[in-house]
T-cell receptor, first 114, second 110 residues
Framework: GAGVSQTPSNKVTEKGKYVELRCDPI?????LYWYRQSLGQGPEFLIY????????DSGLPNDRFFAVRPEGSVSTLKIQRTERGDSAVYLC????????????FGQGTRLTVV | GENVEQHPSTLSVQEGDSAVIKCTYS??????FPWYKQELGKRPQLIID?????GEKKDQRIAVTLNKTAKHFSLHITETQPEDSAVYFC?????????FGTGTRLTIIP
């Protein structure tokens, strides 16, 4: 595809439910990032993949959050036992090598936990 | 970890005037500093970036300056236009991790 694609664009879920957010990076990009953006705030780092492995997951807020990238392309962010405080826009970005190159963002998934 | 502070949080300028947004970072190992523009409901888009081996970079009406000693960098927009209205984020990268500032809401007054 032409850019980073995220699905769904919007997700409303009940508190306590499990959700999966998907990111399709730009073809050939080895680095993939997940960020979370709350209203009026800058994107907050969650996790970074280089290929299939999570190179840095220090931003995941707790063990309810988990992300995978099994084939080094598509990534899924998984949130268990969702809480109202998880409501935010979840942004995915990818870049060619990860080293000082531009990160291209997707449109984000707006998650609302009710 | 890296900490990025951004000022001001809101900025209003008359059309045609210049706008300046400033950021500071804490970790001297940061070596890449992009600026993103985000319009309401849209994705952040890179408008300009600078690497640590350069002090200044310009692209038409947009320029960025970097002072590594003081650990601060600034975005300058000249001859502002209504379409420049958006939220602007600075960021600093260390070990592949981008840390963002809290954003500046820029409003251009026609």
């Amino acid at each position: 595809g032409a850019g980073v694609s995220q699905t769904p664009s919007n997700k409303v879920t009940e508190k306590g439910k499990y959700v999966e957010l998907r990111c399709d990076p730009i073809s050939g990009h080895t680095a993939l990032y997940w960020y979370r953006q709350s209203l009026g705030q800058g994107p907050e780092f969650l996790i970074y993949f280089q290929g299939t492995g999570a190179a840095d997951d220090s931003g995941l807020p707790n063990d309810r959050f988990f992300a995978v990238r099994p084939e080094g392309s598509v990534s899924t962010l998984k949130i268990q036992r969702t809480e109202r405080g998880d409501s935010a826009v979840y942004l995915c970005a990818s870049s060619p090598t990860g080293e000082n190159t531009e990160a291209f963002f997707g449109q984000g998934t707006r998650l609302t936990v009710v | 970890g890296e900490n990025v502070e951004q000022h001001p949080s809101t900025l209003s300028v008359q059309e045609g005037d210049s706008a300046v947004i400033k950021c500071t970072y804490s970790d001297s190992a940061s070596n890449y500093f992009p600026w993103y523009k985000q319009e309401l409901g849209k994705r952040p888009q890179l408008i300009i970036d600078i690497r640590s081996n350069v002090g200044e970079k310009k692209d038409q009406r947009i320029a960025v300056t970097l002072n590594k000693t003081a650990k601060h960098f600034s975005l300058h927009i000249t001859e502002t236009q209504p379409e420049d209205s958006a939220v602007y984020f600075c960021a600093a990268r260390i070990n592949e991790k981008l840390t963002f500032g809290t954003g500046t809401r820029l409003t251009i007054i026609p």
